[in-house]
């Protein structure tokens, strides 16, 4: 029986495949390294990896968080719904918002929370980035800013694990 060219050209990139399944994870090789008839592996999309935040000495996760491309350490809150912002933290970021408009926002463990509610273009920590998050200004009685359920909700996991927080991924 004659093998038909396709079979056969099915058979080795089975083969291929088989033997070098992570291939285009890796990338395209480095110039310089083609090897002669191998054929060009195209990237379409990397998954970005997860971010690992270690448990620091007060029991709790802190992450180094960029809104809108200003810098802020947050406190890690999965009981938080939405990003909750300090006042120092929303005005060093140039979010704009009014203390004329404080109102009771949300609920907490003491009482109402009061605050400004506001939607950040762009929340990112790591490789993991998300566009369009509710958050609030709190411009009283937050010492730090909570990164809340607005964001961990959108990044897939969010696990505790060994002493460590692993974001995404």
């Known amino acids: 029986m004659k093998v038909e060219p396709l079979f056969a050209l099915l058979a080795a990139g089975m083969v291929i495949?088989?033997?070098?399944p992570d291939r285009a994870r890796d990338g395209p090789p480095p110039p310089g390294e083609h090897k002669a008839g191998a054929a060009a592996v195209e990237v379409v999309r990397?998954?970005?990896?997860?971010?690992?935040?270690?448990?620091?000495?007060?029991?709790?996760?802190?992450?180094?968080?960029?809104?809108?491309?200003?810098?802020?350490?947050?406190?890690?809150?999965?009981?938080a719904?939405?990003?909750?912002?300090?006042?120092?933290?929303?005005?060093?970021?140039?979010?704009?918002?009014?203390?004329?408009?404080?109102?009771?926002?949300?609920?907490g463990?003491?009482?109402?929370?009061?605050?400004?509610?506001?939607?950040?273009?762009?929340?990112?920590?790591?490789?993991?980035?998300?566009?369009?998050?509710?958050?609030i200004v709190v411009p009283d009685g937050l010492d730090i800013s909570l990164l809340g359920q607005s964001f961990l909700s959108r990044i897939g996991k969010v696990q505790i694990e060994t002493g460590r927080m692993i974001l995404g991924g």
């Open 17 to 20: 495949a088989w033997f070098a």
């Open 109 to 135: 463990a003491s009482g109402d929370v009061y605050g400004v509610p506001v939607l950040l273009d762009t929340v990112r920590i790591g490789d993991l980035e998300v566009r369009g998050v509710e958050a």
């Open 46 to 79: 990397q998954e970005p990896g997860p971010v690992v935040l270690p448990r620091e000495a007060d029991g709790h996760f802190y992450a180094d968080v960029i809104v809108d491309a200003a810098s802020s350490e947050m406190l890690v809150d999965t009981g």
């Open 81 to 107: 719904t939405v990003i909750a912002l300090t006042d120092e933290d929303a005005n060093s970021m140039g979010i704009a918002w009014d203390q004329a408009q404080v109102r009771p926002v949300a609920r």
